[in-house]
Nanobody
Framework: QVQLAESGGGFVQAGGSLRLSCAASGIVFSIKYMGWYRQAPEKQRELVAIITSVGTTTYADSVKGRFTISRDNAKNTVYLQMNTLKPEDTAVYYC??????????WGKGTLVTVSS
């Protein structure tokens, strides 16, 4: 079993920055990728960014140029640096890990609120 612990959410004014962290613990088999998804009120969960074990990244168009995903493989930790935040970035942000045994795990989420 794998546990994902997110941190770093909070309240920020538009144009500000936040950094999210997600650490995987437990019986961690080879992680193929880790990433961040978000879910705004009354909307479906959507991909924000993912990063593979070799560092390949994918971003949603809405965050390209503003968000940066990175990871520390030794610590099984992934980060999301969010700059130039907009009110439409307000959501619960969830961490996800996908493993070589085809198992996927989700964190409980961390709330990001961006005021206008």
């Amino acid at each position: 079993q794998v546990q994902l612990a997110e941190s770093g959410g909070g309240f920020v004014q538009a144009g500000g920055s936040l950094r999210l962290s997600c650490a995987a613990s437990g019986i961690v088999f080879s992680i193929k990728y880790m990433g961040w998804y978000r879910q705004a009120p009354e909307k479906q969960r959507e991909l924000v960014a993912i990063i593979t074990s070799v560092g390949t990244t994918t971003y949603a168009d809405s965050v390209k140029g503003r968000f940066t995903i990175s990871r520390d493989n030794a610590k099984n930790t992934v980060y999301l640096q969010m700059n130039t935040l907009k009110p439409e970035d307000t959501a619960v942000y969830y961490c996800k890990s996908f493993h070589a045994d085809d198992m996927a795990y989700w964190g409980k989420g961390t709330l990001v609120t961006v005021s206008s």
